[in-house]
């Protein structure tokens, strides 16, 4: 039986991957920084570690993903959210044997920034808003001009994004960030698996519930719709022009002319992975031959649940009955990401299993967000970093 090794687990998207392996005869291992995390439970999993948080030791997290890679026999090697970062750089020293699913570091450092992302695909001739380092004269300008988006080049998660009012003024010397074009709109969001150079699979979706700017409740565009074909055509072209494997994912700005506008790339895994169909999605992944598309299952709705109920309960409390109502409706309305009838320990301890996000975001002061992500975010070139790792070190 082939073993795949998952490098995180604390979300919703890992136990989905993990199920799907699951389903095409892999044992799946998974690797974590926190010691309790929702795949933990799911009887997908066949076994969890814990390992240090690379945020502090990017050297000893390396050192114990190759040993592990050893000590289970792994075939697969599959990271999924920010902590690719720490796990692509290991692609030339895995064995032969062992299939790492992400593309090469290089360009993933190149695509995640968000200034050169952007540059990338404007070199192209793709349609892309007016984005400059801060620090350039041209981010000066468009701030005094225009309403704008200030944030870090290696951002994640909306963490220290700041929609801001022309003329905001900002300080040059506030190193790591960019100042990009405001476009107004609506935020679409896409999803691709990439093997053996074809996009075999793409997801587009809109945020309908969100926890500050992160969709917890999201819904599959309409195919064929102006907004839908102007995304799939754009991510088509960029996708077409890379030597890319694994997850990619796109968020877009839709104007009113139905026109796609990119504000970033996160070259992984993200919540399109729920829109997949289960067994087409691990024998893709899995790379069995001959390799079929990714289909798209049947359910144009999902939420993470114990989200979408907490965005209901705080608009409640700030006295929006109309946003709260329209949320409870969603909730009674969309499939959860963490529930399932053959696996349902999960859902069911989701809170104790949350614990290491919960406790941070109650006690420290964090979004869900920033919980989820400062052991394992490289977002050393903000200013906030220092922040960040001590966090991680407390962890």
């Not at 690379?54 to 090697?77: C, F, G, M, W």
């Not at 719709?225 to 700005?253: C, K, M, N």
Request: a negative charge; proline letters at 7%; charged letters at 20%.
């Amino acid at each position: 039986m082939p073993t795949a090794l998952l490098t995180l687990g604390r979300l919703p998207k890992a136990l989905t991957l993990a199920r799907a392996l699951k389903s095409r005869g892999y044992r799946v291992v998974v690797a974590e920084p926190f010691k309790w995390h929702v795949a933990r439970a799911s009887s997908s999993v066949d076994a969890s570690y814990y390992l240090p948080p690379p945020n502090t030791n990017p050297k000893l997290y390396r050192d114990t993903i190759l040993a592990l890679i050893q000590h289970e026999s792994v075939d697969l090697l599959v990271p999924v959210s920010e902590e690719a970062h720490h796990v692509l750089p290991l692609a030339s020293q895995l064995p032969e044997n062992v299939e790492l699913i992400g593309p090469a570091h290089q360009l993933y450092q190149e695509l995640s920034h968000k200034l050169h992302f952007i540059e990338k695909a404007g070199a192209l001739g793709l349609r892309v808003p007016a984005t400059f380092a801060i620090d350039d004269p041209r981010a000066t300008t468009l701030a005094r001009e225009a309403d704008h988006v200030k944030k870090p080049v290696r951002g994640c998660s909306g963490m220290e994004v700041s929609l801001c009012d022309q003329g905001t003024p900002h300080d040059p010397l506030d190193s790591g960030y960019v100042i990009q074009e405001q476009i107004v709109g609506q935020p679409v969001s896409t999803l691709s698996l990439v093997r053996q150079g074809s996009v075999v699979g793409t997801s587009i979706y809109e945020g309908r519930v969100f926890a500050g700017t992160v969709a917890v409740g999201f819904e599959r565009c309409s195919p064929g719709s102006p907004g839908e074909t102007s995304v799939r055509q754009w991510v088509e072209t960029l996708i077409d022009s890379l030597d890319y494997e694994g997850f990619i994912a796109f968020d877009f700005i839709v104007d009113k002319n139905g026109l796609a506008w990119p504000i970033e790339c996160n070259p992984r895994l993200t919540s399109g992975i729920h829109f997949f169909d289960e067994a087409s999605l691990g024998d893709a992944v899995a790379g069995n031959f001959p390799l079929r598309a990714v289909y798209s299952n049947t359910v144009d709705r999902w939420q993470w649940g114990y989200s979408t109920l907490t965005e209901a309960y705080a608009a409640l409390f700030r006295g929006n009955w109309r946003e709260a109502l329209r949320i409870f409706k969603w909730l009674a309305s969309s499939r959860d990401v963490v529930w399932s009838w053959r696996d349902p320990l999960p859902f069911l301890l989701m809170t104790p299993l949350s614990w290491p996000i919960l406790k941070s975001a109650l006690f420290k002061g964090m979004s869900l967000g920033e919980a989820c992500q400062r052991d394992i975010a490289p977002l050393w070139e903000t200013p906030s970093s220092a922040r960040l790792e001590q966090s991680g070190n407390e962890a």
